[in-house]
């Protein structure tokens, strides 16, 4: 297990990665808290963090509950994928929305095998 | 464990399917990413998706807490209830946002009460 | 673990209080859902919220990964550290924005610490 939690720490630093960004481009397009919209440039910003997040909440859990149930290499290798297909996910979406195509289906497609991974292993162990 | 488990991933999985309405919802009606607003029915899949995220961040920690320290059973029955009302909320948010009361105020008890249980369990373990 | 456990859950209660806090601000600054924006009041408990979630993702994992691998009373007294400077965090943002520069530094601070000491535990058992 500790090779997991370091696969989910290193998710989460690139995560705070993205919120620094955001931070950075809150003073750079002139984005005054509470607001957060008003440039589309801020906006990628954000919502690269965002969408982060809502992968975030289903990836943790389920790469715990896919190396428990299944396998702690796997979840390891897929999480380690998850980190870099975000990255490029962020890079793309910041240069123009449109090519975050890719790095959105790869990084999407990794979370739905975790999960679906994970529930078919909790399912054989209660079987 | 392994209840809890899958519990936690079908939570995880309907959230992804509000994730997958949310991308639907933005071809459908046109909002062309990073704009998370402008039409009214796309915003309100769009805060299906966040407020179920709101709900889960508290929900999955809760759920695995109260296992541990209170009941594993009542875990997984209350986790049960939440995605069912999840489901009603999600359905009602959509079609009519007023009429989600009911499944709001459900999955929102739920949760109060893994997380209190949990924090009743915890110090039950401590004292 | 039932202190980690237990500072976990007083986090969650705070968030869930900033979760009630926005419910109530929808109704006294008259923002129907599924509107986030058009009244910077009700924005300021809105992103109050948020910031947190955004905030909660990495503490929760952190917290528990710093526990087991490095000190499991560093990340009760971290984490407690973390619910007192969101209480100010949220105290200060809801009455002038700019004001919860220090609280949103402290707060920030102390996840990151908790991020990168359990990043640390974690190689520190892998070599």
């Known amino acids: 297990m500790p090779w997991v939690s370091l696969v989910i ?3 989460l630093l690139e995560y ?3 919120g620094a960004l955001v931070s950075r481009a809150r003073g ?5 808290a509470p607001a957060i919209t008003g440039n589309p440039e801020f906006e990628r910003y954000f919502r690269v963090q965002q969408n982060t997040l809502e992968h975030l909440i289903i990836l943790i859990p389920s ?17 380690l994928v998850f980190v870099v297909a975000r990255g490029f996910y962020a890079y793309t979406y910041v240069k123009e929305p449109a090519s975050r195509h890719y790095p959105a289906v790869i990084s999407g497609l990794v979370t739905m095998i975790l999960l679906l991974g ?4 909790a399912v054989l162990r209660l079987i």
């Open 16 to 18: 705070s990665l993205f």
């Open 28 to 32: 750079r397009f002139g984005i005054k």
């Open 118 to 121: 994970g529930l078919v292993g």
């Open 63 to 79: 790469m715990i509950i896919f190396a428990w149930y299944l396998s702690a290499i796997g979840s390891v290798v897929l999480g």
């Open 9 to 11: 720490l290193l998710a």
